[in-house]
């Protein structure tokens, strides 16, 4: 049965200041209001919906947040998550309030394994502290509640990332993405220093996943990364797997994607001509329309 997931963006204000944040240019835009996002909400449920992500941003310096998670649990969405930074969570009384108003999913962004190379990252000195402190005390509160890391995979951390995976679990995630980034915004303005080239994931995938394995974590994801370099790990590709099983819908405050698998692969990646010959053109959405500007596609090797 397929799963509709509902991310509502409710605004790109943010308390990081990520080098390679995708929205970087955006952060300026008007924020949903509380009632906007109580109608998005009711929307969604009316179309189906039973699992809503609050994002932004950072939907934790919203002073409606627990609110709008009350809201969501009155309307019926079963599963109520936060895609957050995790700094705001470093405080458990807000934490305690999150849950007690319905939330039982959370993702944390996790860039580094130690403070100097996360806080580098996203520009704020005490940030990994926070955020690791966050992730300990929504686990604190209860075993229950679904943790899962998100990680962009950025240059200066692309060889740390079988250490991430081991702070995630040490930290009690449930699950953990590693996602190529997405060349706008920021990551386009700071390409050359922050976008690895493809090549670099040969070993790290491995390497990473493997870890995710030993401690019996099985949502250990890659995302954004075409099928040649993941061949062997299909597994552990996001797309592969939320394929048939999860439908998404993207609601912001300028736009609306009710198809988001659909319209990303249609208008925002792109395919080499070499591509033609691999054994899973028809199921690949092929890389960055913006990364292959900058790069082209000869690092695009077809699968037999």
């Given at each position: 049965?397929?799963e509709?997931?509902?991310?509502?963006?409710?605004?790109?204000k943010?308390?990081?200041?990520?080098?390679?944040?995708?929205?970087?240019?955006?952060r300026d835009?008007?924020?949903?209001?509380?009632?906007?996002?109580?109608?998005?909400?009711?929307l969604?449920?009316?179309r189906?919906?039973?699992?809503?992500?609050?994002?932004?941003?950072e939907?934790?310096?919203?002073?409606?947040?627990?609110?709008l998670?009350?809201?969501?649990?009155?309307?019926?969405?079963?599963?109520?998550?936060?895609?957050?930074?995790?700094?705001?969570?470093?405080?458990?009384?807000?934490?305690?309030?999150?849950?007690e108003?319905?939330?039982?999913?959370?993702?944390?962004?996790?860039?580094?394994?130690?403070a100097?190379?996360?806080?580098?990252?996203?520009?704020?000195k005490?940030?990994?502290?926070?955020a690791?402190?966050?992730?300990?005390?929504?686990?604190?509160?209860?075993?229950?509640?679904?943790i899962?890391?998100?990680?962009?995979?950025?240059?200066?951390?692309?060889?740390?990332?079988?250490?991430i995976?081991?702070?995630?679990?040490?930290?009690g995630?449930?699950?953990?993405?590693?996602?190529?980034?997405?060349?706008?915004?920021?990551a386009?303005?700071?390409?050359?220093?922050?976008?690895?080239?493809?090549?670099?994931?040969?070993?790290?995938v491995?390497?990473?996943?493997?870890?995710?394995?030993?401690?019996?974590?099985?949502?250990?994801?890659?995302?954004?990364?075409p099928?040649?370099?993941?061949?062997?790990?299909?597994?552990?590709?996001?797309?592969?797997?939320?394929?048939?099983?999860?439908?998404?819908?993207?609601?912001?405050?300028?736009?609306?994607?009710?198809?988001?698998?659909?319209?990303?692969?249609?208008?925002?990646?792109?395919?080499?001509?070499?591509?033609?010959?691999?054994?899973?053109?028809?199921?690949?959405?092929?890389?960055?329309?913006?990364?292959?500007?900058?790069?082209?596609?000869?690092?695009?090797?077809?699968?037999?």
């Amino acid at each position: 049965m397929v799963e509709k997931k509902t991310s509502l963006l409710l605004g790109y204000k943010c308390n990081n200041f990520c080098r390679f944040c995708y929205a970087a240019d955006k952060r300026d835009l008007p924020v949903m209001s509380t009632e906007q996002a109580k109608r998005q909400l009711e929307l969604a449920r009316e179309r189906g919906s039973r699992f809503v992500d609050f994002l932004g941003g950072e939907p934790t310096i919203r002073k409606d947040l627990i609110e709008l998670i009350s809201y969501a649990k009155e309307l019926g969405f079963r599963t109520i998550s936060i895609t957050t930074n995790g700094r705001m969570l470093s405080n458990m009384d807000y934490t305690r309030q999150l849950v007690e108003a319905g939330l039982n999913s959370a993702v944390f962004s996790i860039h580094g394994h130690k403070a100097e190379l996360h806080d580098y990252l996203v520009q704020v000195k005490g940030a990994f502290e926070q955020a690791t402190k966050g992730m300990q005390n929504l686990r604190a509160l209860s075993n229950k509640i679904y943790i899962c890391t998100n990680t962009v995979i950025v240059k200066p951390n692309i060889k740390f990332l079988p250490q991430i995976a081991e702070l995630n679990a040490k930290l009690g995630a449930n699950g953990m993405e590693f996602i190529f980034p997405h060349p706008r915004g920021n990551a386009y303005k700071n390409f050359d220093e922050m976008v690895p080239h493809l090549a670099e994931l040969i070993d790290v995938v491995p390497k990473t996943i493997s870890v995710g394995v030993r401690h019996g974590i099985k949502h250990c994801w890659f995302r954004y990364v075409p099928f040649c370099y993941m061949y062997g790990f299909l597994n552990y590709l996001s797309e592969y797997m939320a394929k048939d099983r999860l439908a998404e819908e993207h609601i912001g405050p300028e736009f609306e994607d009710l198809e988001v698998e659909k319209n990303r692969a249609l208008h925002g990646r792109v395919k080499g001509p070499q591509c033609f010959g691999c054994k899973y053109y028809n199921i690949c959405e092929g890389i960055f329309k913006e990364y292959a500007e900058k790069r082209g596609f000869a690092e695009l090797v077809p699968v037999p």
